[in-house]
């Protein structure tokens, strides 16, 4: 069963620094691709940033040179280091297995929200 556990969320000010961690379990962690998704308020979820088979990773272009994904395999965890906060940044953010069919993903996490204050 699979059990995704976002956390580091907060309010920062624009311009400001957070790091959100997402401790999995229940997946195959070592062949699993997994991605950044955000939701704001009233808009659909969109895919930020994402680590793929070959390890290379994918950002959307709103947040290119301003947030960093990386992965730690011996803790199942995966991170999002975001520089450079804007307060189009404000949304709830999850971490999920990535594939072309993300937005059919059944299970998501409670999420971390994260909010920039300008």
């Known amino acids: 069963q699979v059990r995704l556990v976002e956390s580091g969320g907060a309010l920062v000010q624009a311009g400001g620094s957070l790091r959100l961690s997402c401790v999995a379990s229940?997946?195959?962690?070592?062949?699993?691709?997994m991605a950044w998704y955000r939701q704001a308020p009233g808009k659909q979820r969109e895919l930020v940033a994402s680590y793929d088979r070959g390890g290379y990773t994918n950002y959307v272009d709103s947040v290119k040179g301003r947030f960093t994904m990386s992965r730690d395999n011996a803790k199942n965890t995966v991170y999002l280091q975001m520089n450079s906060l804007k307060s189009e940044d404000t949304a709830v953010y999850h971490c999920?297995?990535?594939?072309?069919?993300?937005?059919?993903?059944?299970?998501w996490g409670q999420g971390t929200q994260v909010t920039v204050s300008s």
């Open positions: 999920n297995r990535f594939n072309n069919n993300w937005r059919g993903l059944s299970y």
């Open positions: 229940g997946i195959v962690w070592a062949n699993t691709p």
